[in-house]
């Protein structure tokens, strides 16, 4: 099956600074998602993108399909950007979407 | 609030009881999924429903029970479970299953069995 890897599997930023967190994966897709898991558990949809660059604030996402990889960019991080950024990719069809391990962030003040 | 709602938030139970988590969404979607999130390790898919119908059983034992009364509910029944069945079990819906649908999840229910 299609393989995701995401990269840093852990990452510590002071507050204020900037970070790009890495998805690879192994096969074509037609979906791609970024979600922010908080402390709670609660999985937050960032952004849907299977191709391209999109931006939501201090958060921008790009997706380079033919190269099969995408980046999150978050900068200017907050104590509340800590967490966990997971990656979730769809081969195509009616398979499921297909987690990486994520990436923890943690920001300190 | 993503549109998906669980409940209980938060489950303690012993290895003979009988218990069930239900989930909930407000989002008009045809296709809901359970997943297991244990400590240190992906998100599992177990089950899912598209268009009240299961089209996926991921191995899961059958200690593990889902109903899907309606394109709304979900519910995923717990019987003679195992400790290391302790886990997040989370829930979510999409528009449809497949093709290009944003999926969205609830706030999870933490399960731990004693």
């Known amino acids: 099956g299609i393989q995701v890897e995401q990269s840093p599997p852990d990452l510590i930023l002071q507050e204020g600074a900037n970070s790009t967190l890495r998805c690879n994966f192994s096969d074509s897709v037609n979906n791609l998602q970024w979600f922010h898991q908080n402390p709670w558990g609660q999985l937050i949809n960032l952004f849907y993108?299977?191709?391209g660059t999109k931006q939501n604030g201090r958060l921008s996402a790009t997706t380079v399909a033919t190269e099969r990889y995408s980046l999150l960019y978050i900068s200017s991080s907050q104590t509340t950007d800590s967490g966990v950024y997971f990656c979730a990719v769809r081969l195509s069809g009616n398979t499921p979407l297909v987690f990486g391990k994520g990436t923890r962030l943690s920001v300190i003040a | 609030e993503t549109g998906v709602t669980q409940t209980p938030r938060h489950l303690v139970m012993g290895m003979t009881n009988k218990k069930s988590l239900k989930c909930e969404q407000h989002?008009?979607?045809?296709?809901m999924y359970w997943y297991k999130q244990s400590a240190k390790k992906p998100l599992e898919l177990m089950f899912v429903y598209n268009f009240k119908e299961q089209t996926e059983n991921n191995s899961v034992p059958s200690r593990f029970s889902p109903e899907c009364p309606n394109s709304s509910h979900l519910f995923l029944h717990l019987h003679t479970l195992q400790p290391e069945d302790s886990a997040l079990y989370l829930c979510a819906s999409s528009q449809y299953m497949g093709l290009d649908n944003e999926q969205f999840f609830g706030p999870g229910t933490r399960l731990t069995v004693l």
């Open positions: 993108i299977p191709s």
């Open positions: 989002l008009g979607h045809n296709a």
